[in-house]
């Protein structure tokens, strides 16, 4: 009797592959960031009313997870692992959800340069004949177009600088610390610092826990400063870690902010994006109140005035 791998490999691969092309007025490294950059790919992956939050780990071994939440608010939930990636020219890794919906496939991404331009072909293999009838009957080439579309329309807010989130518009902010790189990077992690600054104007920080690598935790407590009312916690994981360079936070409501601390000649370039929940009046108000908190205790520990 012929096993499942044996009923597999008599079925060949064209047979049960999906197969996508479409040129983009962009150059590859572009692209190529629009798929490995997670707060990217979280705006374009997803199909037409879809929204997504994801994780990427571009290296083999590594997670590639899109979680997509339709507009019944049905969430459908798929997750593989890298086993190729070649910077700006392919990407190879495997995708499946839940129940094999999606059913599981290896999908293969390609990016060629046109002049300046890039063609883009995805290949996506099932296991079986059956599966990839199953995944044509999910709509995923409809899909895909939708997706493509999304994909063309970030593209082009890239090269014009005007990129816009998820959840709403992007806020960037930074401030130049009169402090070493590594010293702000200790008061931006360490929980005993941040509860001295991690809060607005007539706000304040009981307590901080942070774990500071890819996957761990944060909370952070927020309430009043006249304890007028508990307050709320400010929680989340960390997506991306590199220290004392960058940090990249998933905030529990889905948002994503990501900080980058830039030497420059001792002092320390602190630029902190961040997707938008309320007004940008509001945002702005209270994340630079925070880094002018930052700021002020930097000074304390530095010796330095800000």
């Known amino acids: 009797m012929a096993t499942t791998n044996d009923t597999r490999r008599s079925e060949p691969a064209s047979e049960r592959t999906v197969v996508t092309t479409r040129v983009f007025d962009a150059p590859r490294e ?10 990217q790919l979280a705006q374009w992956f997803p199909p037409k009313d879809f929204t997504g939050d994801c994780e990427v780990d571009p290296r083999p071994g590594g997670v590639f997870r899109v ?14 692992v890298f086993r190729e990636v070649v910077p700006n020219e392919r990407l190879v890794f495997t995708f499946a959800g839940p129940e094999k919906v999606p059913p599981p496939v290896l999908v293969t991404v390609l990016l060629e340069d ?21 995944l044509l009957k999910l ?7 939708q997706s493509f579309e999304k994909l063309d ?10 990129t816009v989130s998820v959840k709403g518009r992007i806020l960037t902010l930074s401030r130049v610390f009169d402090a070493p790189r590594e010293l702000v990077w200790t008061a931006y992690t360490d929980p005993k610092h941040i509860v001295k600054w991690m809060f607005a ?11 500071v690598r890819s996957g761990g935790k944060f909370r952070i407590g927020m309430r009043p400063a006249d304890h007028s009312s508990e307050g709320f916690v400010f929680e989340g994981a ?16 889905g948002r994503v902010m990501t900080a980058t601390f830039a030497d420059m000649q001792g002092k320390t370039k602190l630029t902190l994006t961040v997707e938008m929940a309320e007004s940008e009046e509001q945002e702005r108000q209270g994340y630079s109140q925070i880094l002018e908190n930052l700021a002020k205790h930097v000074a304390t520990l530095s010796g330095r005035r800000q």
């Open 201 to 211: 104007r007539d706000w304040e920080s009981p307590f901080a826990e942070t774990d």
């Open 153 to 162: 329309e970030l593209l082009r807010r890239v090269a014009t600088g005007s």
């Open 67 to 80: 979680d997509m939440k339709g507009p019944d608010g049905v969430l459908f939930p798929g997750k593989g």
């Open 114 to 134: 046109q002049n300046g331009k890039t063609k883009l072909t995805i290949q996506q293999t099932t296991e079986t004949v059956a599966d990839y009838e199953a």
């Open 139 to 145: 709509g995923v080439r409809e899909g895909l177009g």
């Open 30 to 39: 572009v692209v190529f960031k629009a798929w490995t950059d997670p707060q």
């Open 238 to 253: 960390y997506r991306e870690v590199v220290r004392p360079e960058r940090l990249v936070q998933a905030i529990a409501d």
